[in-house]
């Protein structure tokens, strides 16, 4: 297991940008996908954005264009810039990883280890 900790959020106006940043506490990643997933009040946990170990991406058609997944291995950290932010994109973003050296999985149960989460609120 790897605990993973996020940071990055806050409030920012429509159109604005934020980064989030997913590092994993006390050791690397290695072969791991990790993804971005977002909860919004009374909904459902959604998939935002995946990675895969060798670097290809994954992005719900939500945030197509608009969010970008990467990882920065100075910092052993998987990023996830969000620009042109919407209201809709109000929710608090987790990202989870799983020991996978293939194509990321998008759906949450396929996921083993989770974050705490971190707020992203929208004011229009």
């Known amino acids: 297991q790897v605990q993973l900790v996020e940071s990055g959020g806050g409030l920012v106006q429509a159109g604005g940008s934020l980064r989030l940043s997913c590092e994993p506490s006390?050791?690397?990643?290695?072969?791991?996908?990790v993804g971005w997933f977002r909860q919004a009040p009374g909904k459902e946990r959604e998939f935002v954005a995946a990675i895969g170990w060798s670097g290809r991406t994954f992005y719900a058609d939500s945030v197509k264009g608009r969010f970008t997944i990467s990882r920065d291995n100075a910092k052993r950290a998987v990023l996830l810039q969000m620009n042109s932010l919407k209201p809709e994109d109000a929710a608090t973003y987790y990202c989870?990883?799983?020991?996978?050296?293939?194509?990321?999985?998008?759906?949450?149960?396929?996921?083993?280890?989770w974050g705490q989460g971190t707020q992203v609120a929208v004011s229009s």
């Open positions: 989870a990883a799983v020991v996978n050296w293939g194509t990321p999985p998008l759906t949450v149960p396929a996921y083993t280890d």
């Open positions: 006390g050791r690397t990643y290695s072969g791991h996908s």
